[in-house]
């Protein structure tokens, strides 16, 4: 069996294929066009939710460590024949973990998804349109595939910072919801990874369409 944090990046990274090809459906069918799947936006969004899984995953076990939802009582009960209550949810430190979730948490993952796959599509602008996803495998791993020195760094932070508040409004709209549900009634890390990863469904179609535009 994977480690937790494995297994959240590799459902991640499934998650962000489906995305991708969702967005293309979708887009296609607005503008009434033939549906084929490109697979090198499809790779680029793949590529960023391996790498933004890790620490998202590393910050949700620390701000449960910091602020536990069911801390242990500081003093044990006595012995009696009865089994203990389960500890009370800490409506102190929920609302501490949305708090930081809702305004650190976002203003890091909005940054590094617009500078990340701005760069990345700086960087891999000279990509043709591949739908055949054995010759897209192909391309990716040949050298060249990806040129960072291509990048303009102050014009990416530029337009990281022109989408900033759209974004983060955009995702007060589900985030704090699901932030909420997260805190209150899912108990673990791995579990609070699933219910983020389903509605991470949802978000990603939505950031798909956006970063094709």
């Known amino acids: 069996m994977p480690s937790p944090i494995v297994a959240a990046t590799i459902q991640s990274a499934g998650l962000g294929v489906l995305c991708g090809i969702l967005a293309q459906c979708i887009t296609a069918y607005r503008q009434e066009e033939p549906f084929s799947i490109d697979w090198i936006p499809v790779f680029q969004y793949l590529l960023f939710n391996v ?30 024949d009865d089994k203990p209550a389960p500890p009370a949810l800490s409506k102190r430190n929920t609302a501490m973990k949305f708090f930081l979730d809702q305004t650190v948490g976002a203003a890091v993952n909005t940054l ?89 469904l949802v978000w990603g179609i939505y950031i798909c369409l956006i970063s094709a535009n």
């Open 51 to 80: 790498i933004s899984t890790p620490p998202n995953f590393l910050w949700q076990e620390l701000i449960e460590a910091s602020f536990p939802s069911h801390p242990k009582p500081a003093a044990r009960p006595k012995k009696t």
């Open 112 to 200: 590094l998804f617009s500078t990340f796959t701005r760069s990345l599509r700086m960087a891999s602008a000279h990509a043709p349109r591949i739908t055949n996803v054995y010759k897209a495998v192909s391309y990716w791993v040949s050298p060249g595939a990806v040129d960072f020195s291509l990048v303009d760094f102050y014009v990416v932070w530029a337009e990281a910072k022109e989408e900033f508040w759209p974004l983060v409004a955009a995702g007060y709209k589900l985030w704090p919801a699901v932030s909420l549900v997260n805190f209150t009634l899912v108990r673990s890390v791995q579990g609070r990874n699933l219910v983020g990863a389903l509605a991470g």
